[in-house]
């Protein structure tokens, strides 16, 4: 979505934001009650760990938006992400289960 209004622009922004906790949230949720309870601690640590992480992918992509344009790294990461989940899919049947 596209908009040069700054209201619409914020409301976007905090439902963005709040779909995002709100994932998380579920997600680890979800982990937590998956795993053992001996191992609680060091799955919430590498939870954390990840977390803090994912800004080192910031800095290439936004390197990569300024060469590239924006919707080009947004569509190649999008992609690679589905990318991925359809392979760990495909390999980890397992995984599937835990619904």
């Known amino acids: 979505v596209t908009t040069r209004s700054v209201p619409v622009a914020f409301v976007l922004v905090a439902l963005a934001g709040g779909f995002g906790s709100l994932s998380m949230l579920l997600t680890n949720t979800l982990v937590q009650s998956e795993c053992k309870p001996q191992f609680r601690a060091r799955v919430a640590s590498l939870g954390m760990m990840l977390r803090s992480l994912s800004g080192l992918g910031v800095l290439?992509?936004?390197?990569?938006a300024d060469r590239l344009?924006?919707?080009t790294v947004i569509g190649v990461l999008a992609a690679g992400l589905v990318?991925?989940?359809?392979?760990?899919?495909?390999r980890r049947q397992d995984l599937?289960?835990?619904g």
Do not use: D, I
């Open 60 to 64: 290439p992509a936004g390197a990569l």
């Open 69 to 71: 344009g924006v919707p």
């Open 83 to 90: 990318v991925t989940y359809a392979v760990v899919g495909v």
């Open 96 to 98: 599937r289960s835990l």
